[in-house]
C-alpha cells in the first residue's frame, strides 16, 4: 500500500461518518477502504492505480461519464464569472436559463415553475411542503397528509423520510413526520376508505420503478391509472424522479413513458450529470398562483445554495450534451444489449433468483437455488459486490440484489465487461458450502 493511501484511509477511519454504513466493521483494522481519485468516462481509479467501471453511477447520479469536457468548461467559465450568488431576491442567467429549459422538456402549460434546493431529499420536502401550503391557502387546511407507497425510498431529511415504506430506514423516527398512509398496489389505493382522501394533499410515487426497493417495477400503465384516480379524488400526484430522470429509464423521465404530467416532478441526482449537487421541484401555474398576494401567502423555504450558479452551469451543459450526442437515441441498443446479457448470465447462474429491468437500471437479485433466501447474515450481496472489485467493476447491493446502473455514456464493449464481471463474481463469492466463510465488512443496507 502507498505512503498516501495509508494516510487517507487512517484519516478516515479516525474522523470520517459513512452514510449507510456499520462503522464499526468500516474502521477495523482489517477493512481497507477503497480511496477514489480520478475518473473518466465510465471509468473510477483508485489511489492504489486500479481501474474500475462504475456499476453504480456513483450513486445514481452520473449521466454522460466522469470529465466530460463540455460539462467541465461549463463549470470552469461560471467560476471565472462567479462562484456562487444568493438567489433570496436576487437571480442569475444560469438559473434563468435552466428553468426554462426544464419547463421546455414538458408540453406548455403543465409544468411552469421551478423550485431549485439541493438534492433529492430536498426536491421532495420543497413538494410535500408546497403541497400542504396550497391546501391551507385553497380552503383545505384539513388537507395535511399524504398516501406513499409500500417499500418506497423517497430520502432521508424527516418530511421526506415520513413517506418511507422500508422500515428499517424509518421506523425509529416514526410519528415524527407527516401523517402518511401506505398503499402496496393501485387495488389497496381504491380500496382505502373515503375518509383518508379528505385529510390527504397528494399521492407520492417512485415512477416505472422502485429503487431502494431492490428495483422493483410497476406495472405497465399503472401511472396512468393513478393519474386519472388522483384526477377524480382531487388529489395532487408528487412524482420522484430522482433516480429515474434524466435518461436512466430510456426517455428523458420516466412518467414521459405513459404520457403522465405530474402536479410536482422532483429532480436532483442526474440533473448536473452528476457532478455537483442539485435539485429542482418543477410544478404547475395553478399551484404557483396559490402563493400570490400577500406576503403571508409565500412559500417560505429555501437555502444558502439554493440555484447555485456552478450548478446550473452543470445542468444547462449536461442537456446540451444531451442534445450534441443523441443520448436518447443511443439508448435502445444498450438496454436490448443489457437485457440479453442479464438473460445469459440468469441462465448460468441458479443463484439468480430474477432479473428486474427498466432501462439502463437493472436489479439483480440472488436467492438459493431451491427459492429461498440466503441467511441474512450471510450477506450474499454484498460479499457478491466486493468480490466484482477484483474484476474491475464498483457497485452496491440493495440486500441480496445486486444493481447495475451505468451511466449512460456506456459503451457495448462496457456493458459487456460490467456483465463478466458479475458473472466472475458469482462464481467466485458463492462456491459450494462457502457461505459460512463470508464475511464483507462496512456495507449497510
Known amino acids: 500500500m502507498r505512503d498516501d493511501t495509508r494516510r487517507w484511509i487512517e484519516a478516515d477511519q479516525a474522523h470520517c461518518w459513512h452514510p449507510f454504513t456499520r462503522q464499526a466493521e468500516w474502521c477495523g483494522c482489517e477493512h481497507e477502504p477503497l480511496v477514489l481519485v480520478r475518473g473518466e468516462g465510465v471509468w473510477l481509479w483508485d489511489s492504489e492505480g486500479r481501474r474500475y467501471l462504475d456499476g453504480n453511477s456513483s450513486i445514481w447520479t452520473n449521466i454522460h461519464g466522469h470529465g466530460h469536457p463540455h460539462i467541465l468548461t461549463a463549470i470552469r467559465a461560471q467560476l ?3 462562484a456562487h450568488t444568493s438567489f433570496l431576491g436576487f437571480t442569475h442567467p444560469g438559473a434563468a ?4 429549459r426544464l419547463c421546455k422538456l414538458f408540453p406548455g402549460n403543465t409544468l411552469e415553475r421551478v423550485f431549485f434546493s439541493d438534492d433529492g431529499s430536498t426536491a421532495i420536502e420543497v413538494a410535500l411542503k408546497m403541497a400542504v401550503q396550497y391546501r391551507q391557502q385553497t380552503g383545505n387546511a384539513q388537507r395535511s397528509g399524504f398516501i406513499a407507497f409500500a417499500n418506497g425510498y423517497h430520502g432521508d431529511t424527516l418530511g ?3 413517506l418511507m415504506g422500508v422500515g428499517r430506514f424509518f421506523e425509529r423516527f416514526r410519528g415524527l413526520g407527516y401523517p402518511v398512509h401506505h ?4 387495488d389497496e389505493l381504491r380500496g382505502l376508505p373515503g375518509a383518508h382522501f379528505a ?3 397528494a399521492v407520492v410515487i417512485e415512477p416505472l ?5 431492490e428495483m422493483r417495477p410497476w406495472p405497465a400503465g399503472m401511472l396512468v391509472e393513478l393519474r386519472s384516480w388522483c384526477d377524480d379524488h382531487g388529489m395532487h400526484l408528487i412524482l420522484d424522479e430522482v433516480m429515474t430522470g434524466f435518461g436512466r429509464t430510456g426517455s428523458m423521465f420516466a412518467c414521459q413513458q405513459e404520457n403522465v404530467i405530474p402536479d410536482f416532478l422532483c429532480l436532483a441526482k442526474g440533473l448536473t450529470g452528476g457532478y455537483l449537487p442539485m435539485a429542482a421541484t418543477l410544478t404547475t ?7 400570490l398576494g400577500d406576503g403571508g401567502r409565500a412559500f417560505y423555504y429555501g437555502h444558502s445554495f439554493t440555484a447555485h450558479p456552478l450548478g446550473c452551469a452543470a445542468a444547462l451543459a449536461s442537456l446540451e450534451v444531451f442534445e450534441q450526442e443523441r443520448t436518447l437515441e443511443t439508448l435502445p441498443a444498450k438496454i436490448e444489449h443489457l437485457r440479453l446479457g442479464l438473460a445469459t448470465l440468469k441462465s448460468r447462474h441458479p443463484v439468480i433468483h430474477a432479473i428486474r429491468q427498466c432501462g439502463l437500471i437493472a436489479g439483480i437479485e440472488l436467492r438459493q437455488p431451491d ?3 440466503f441467511p441474512p447474515a450471510a450477506r450474499i450481496g454484498e460479499a457478491v459486490c466486493l468480490a466484482a472489485r477484483r474484476h474491475g467493476l464498483l457497485t452496491r447491493p440493495i440486500l441480496d440484489t445486486l444493481v447495475l446502473l451505468p451511466p449512460l455514456v456506456i459503451t457495448l464493449s462496457e456493458l459487456n465487461h460490467a456483465l463478466a464481471a458479475v458473472d466472475a463474481a458469482l462464481e467466485a463469492a458463492i462456491p459450494p458450502l462457502s457461505l459460512s466463510a463470508v464475511t464483507p465488512a462496512g456495507f449497510l443496507t
Request: aromatic share 6%; no cysteine.
Open 80 to 82: 471565472e464569472r462567479v
Open 97 to 100: 436559463e435552466l428553468a426554462e
Open 160 to 162: 421526506a423520510a415520513s
Open 183 to 186: 398503499v402496496a398496489s393501485m
Open 199 to 201: 385529510a390527504t394533499a
Open 209 to 213: 420503478i422502485q429503487g431502494v426497493n
Open 285 to 291: 401555474a395553478a399551484i404557483y398562483d396559490a402563493f
Open 371 to 373: 427459492g429461498s433466501h
